[in-house]
Every structure is written in C-alpha cells, then in structure tokens.
C-alpha cells in the first residue's frame, strides 16, 4: 500500500479547487442572486458553509479508514448490501453529473463561440477528452490536477480584482437581502456546486499522510470557496441584482466589462472562456474517474480502465437529454439539491453509524483519529 500513497497534501488540495471551480462558475453569480438578490454573496458564504460539512465529513471518514475508499469502507459501516445500495446511487449521480457538466459546457461553446457547430460535437469531444484522461492511475490524475491549479487560480483572481475598478458598492445593499426562504434555497443551489469535493473519498487512501487529510480540506475548500465569493461580489457590485437577472452567464459578461491597465486587453472574455475550458475539463475529469473508479471497486475488478470508454456513450445520452438550456439549468439545480442528500447525507449517517458501533480501520493511518472519534 505504501508504494500506491504518492499524493501530497498539495496536489490533494489542488484537486479540490480545481475540481470544484468548473462549469458552474459561469452562472454562479445568476443562482445567487435569484436567490438572495443583493444578499448574493452571504448566500454563496452560506453554501460554502453547507458544503463544508460535506467535506469534514469525508475527510473524518477517509481519516477513519485511511487505506479504503467510500465504497470500501461503507461495507464495514452499515453492512454490504445496504453499502452496495448507497454506492450504486453515487455512481448513478455523479454519472448524470458528469452528463450535465459535458451539456452545460457544449451549450456555453455553441452559444459563444463556435456558433455554427452542434452542440453534441462540443460534447463528445469533451467526454472524449476526459475518457481519454481517465485512463491513467490517480497518481497521474492528481499530477494532471496539480499542473493546470495554478492556470485556474491566477487568471480568476485578476478578472475578479480588475473588475473592481467599476464597482459600486451601493449595489452590495441591503447585505442581508429581502427574502429569507430565498436565501435558504439559494445555499442549497450554491452548495451543490462544490459537490466535486467528493473526488476525496477516492484520493485519501493514496495520499503519503492522509493523517493531514483535513488541512488539504481547509485549504482547498477555502481557496475555492474564497474565488467563488469573489466572484458573486464582483459580479454584484459591477453589474447590481437586477441587471444580473438579465444575463445568462455574468462571470463572463464581468469577463468583457473588464480590461487590463493600459487597455493591453480591452475585453477579458476570451481569456476566460480559454481558462474556464481547462476548468471544465479538470472538473469533468474528476467526476468521470469517479465514476469508473467506485464502478471498478463496487464489482471487486482490479482495473478501472475497462470502463473508461464503456461508459460514454451512457453518459453522452444522458447528456443531450434536455431540450434546451432553460430546462438544463432546472435540472441542473433540482439534480444538485437532491444530490445533498448523497454527497452529505449519506456520509454523515455513515459517520454517525462509524461512531456508534465503533467502527475504524485496522490499518496505523486510521490510529491518528483515535482522538477524534
């Protein structure tokens, strides 16, 4: 085992971010403030809050049983076929969620940039691309994710400071918005968002010390959930509440609002959408190896590779589904807000039943939680 744990804290972290600031950035700031309005970014803090648990709660989990993945150690918890149960919904959902991030990608390209070519051309190229990726060991998988991290987080973080020369802070008020059963739905929409998080549960039993396994959690939900706060406030204050309801995608509309000193760019627009593909694809491809790997350890066979192409096609039908991109956002936040459910329910019930009978892994790594549990 000791030969298969080559994942730092680092690439753990970089997993996380780059994993969850995918395709959702584009209409985040639109979710949050349907929600909230201008209480926006307290209801983007609010779900970072909600995905938090989520993630402590694996990361105790994976600590627990540090040489296991959820599918693994659930069949200690709660027994083996109930185990299996929970573990078929997992693979099921993050299957139609990786369908869901292939569509929403192809139909941002379309409807932006490649006007002329169908959208199930963009898709399956995607789907290929991350089928193709999949094919590697995790070690790679965390080598890919560690290389574009930096490719993500510095060209976000630019767009957002330099938009702040055209904000208005009045557009920030009233903080605490009007509605509250809005905000409440809101955070559950904007926790769904930083699902990705759950590529975790897969890479704790291969990192060197997964004994830090929470310090990666903290600093990669922080780093992500810090980009997607500054974000909404950009957006919110540039743009305010009412226009934002107007636009489809305003991260990338604050994209074109801004541009660099000196006028070197006038319009960031493009350079957004060249980052916000690399986004997609490392969030694509978390979800997809995903979903092979938990097929692979359900069935007890010894290499995910197998699935990597037999599960396209699945994918891809599932992807093309909705009819047009209204009805792909409806089922984009009914899907994520049922998938809650499975992404902190279930791993909060597995934790609870862990506790009560006592229940942890044999192996030294899991004796560090001996102070937790």
Do not use: C
């Not at 998938?339 to 329910?345: K, N």
């Amino acid at each position: 085992m000791e030969e298969q744990r080559q994942i730092t804290v680092i690439q753990t972290a970089a997993i996380l971010v780059s994993t969850i600031i995918g395709v959702g950035v584009l209409p985040l700031p639109l979710f949050a403030v349907r929600a909230g309005e201008s209480a926006a970014p307290l209801v983007t803090l609010f779900g970072m809050a909600v995905a938090s648990i989520g993630l402590v709660l694996i990361t105790w989990l994976g600590m627990r049983f540090s040489n296991k993945t959820i599918i693994q150690y659930s069949e200690d918890i709660i027994g083996k076929w109930a185990a299996r149960l929970g573990s078929l919904l997992i693979i099921v959902f993050f299957a139609v969620l990786t369908s869901l991030t292939a569509r929403e990608f192809g139909e941002v390209v379309v409807t932006s940039v490649l006007k002329s070519t169908p959208v199930e051309v963009t898709v399956i190229v995607m789907l290929l691309l991350a089928a193709i990726s999949t094919r590697n060991t995790i070690t790679t998988f965390a080598y890919i994710h560690h290389f574009y991290f930096p490719l993500l987080l510095v060209p976000i973080l630019l767009i957002a400071f330099l938009s702040f020369k055209n904000a208005e802070v009045i557009n920030l008020q009233p903080i605490f918005g009007n509605d509250l059963k809005g905000i409440m739905m809101g955070t559950m929409t904007i926790a769904a968002l930083f699902q990705g998080s759950f590529i975790l549960t897969m890479v704790i039993p291969s990192m060197r010390k997964p004994e830090k396994a929470m310090l990666a959690s903290f600093w990669g939900m922080l780093i992500a959930g810090g980009l997607y706060l500054l974000i909404v406030v950009a957006a919110v204050s540039v743009f305010g509440a009412e226009e934002i309801k107007n636009l489809l995608w305003p991260t990338l509309e604050l994209a074109k609002a801004t541009s660099l000193p000196a006028n070197i760019l006038e319009r960031l627009d493009a350079a957004v959408l060249a980052v916000w593909v690399t986004a997609v694809f490392t969030t694509l491809l978390s979800s997809y190896f995903f979903t092979i790997y938990a097929i692979t350890q359900l069935f007890r066979l010894a290499d995910h590779k197998m699935f990597s192409f037999f599960l396209l096609p699945f994918v891809f039908i599932m992807a093309m589904l909705p009819q047009n991109i209204v009805q792909m956002y409806d089922i984009i936040e009914n899907v994520g807000r049922i998938g809650l459910y499975i992404t902190i329910g279930y791993p909060g019930l597995l934790f609870m039943i862990s506790i009560l009978r006592k229940k942890r892994g044999n192996q030294n790594g899991d004796e560090s939680m001996d102070k937790i549990g």
